[in-house]
């Protein structure tokens, strides 16, 4: 048995944002759309809006259209995150919470190896 998997030309997501895949896809929206106002072949963007039509244009025109339910955000690189964008010297604030809580898992360790270990006077009894 084969399961045969189709690559999206573009996707299509909720808000009507349009992710133009393939290098077909981008060529099609050059020629077909108004975005050779605004750019040249080599240039047009991964992501785009356009009117509610165009996905239908595009299957029409046999290419593969993806629709998403999720937003478009959902799948965006998370690259440009808060957390790597802090500042240098919140890096010391990060080792001394690391630093503070390998102290604390230390002394948990060391208060259960005390109470499985008989005091010393008991020891001696033994």
């Known amino acids: 048995m084969s399961i045969h998997t189709t690559?999206?030309?573009?996707?299509v997501f909720p808000d009507g944002t349009i992710r133009l895949v393939t290098e077909s896809a981008k060529q099609w929206a050059y020629s077909n759309t108004e975005v050779e106002n605004s750019c040249s072949v080599s240039t047009v963007p991964d992501y785009v809006d356009f009117?509610?039509?165009i996905p239908q244009m595009m299957?029409?025109?046999?290419?593969v259209?993806?629709?998403?339910?999720?937003p478009v955000f959902h799948y965006r690189s998370k690259r440009g995150s808060s957390?790597?964008?802090?500042a240098s010297?919140?890096?010391?604030?990060d080792y001394d919470g690391h630093r503070a809580r390998f102290?604390?898992?230390?002394?948990e360790a060391a208060e259960r190896r005390e109470k499985s270990d008989p005091p010393e006077e008991k020891r001696d009894e033994i």
């Open 89 to 93: 010297n919140d890096s010391e604030g």
């Open 65 to 70: 259209v993806k629709r998403e339910r999720q």
């Open 7 to 11: 690559f999206p030309d573009a996707i």
């Open 83 to 86: 957390k790597n964008k802090r």
């Open 59 to 63: 299957e029409d025109d046999e290419l």
């Open 51 to 53: 009117e509610d039509s």
């Open 103 to 107: 102290e604390g898992l230390m002394q």
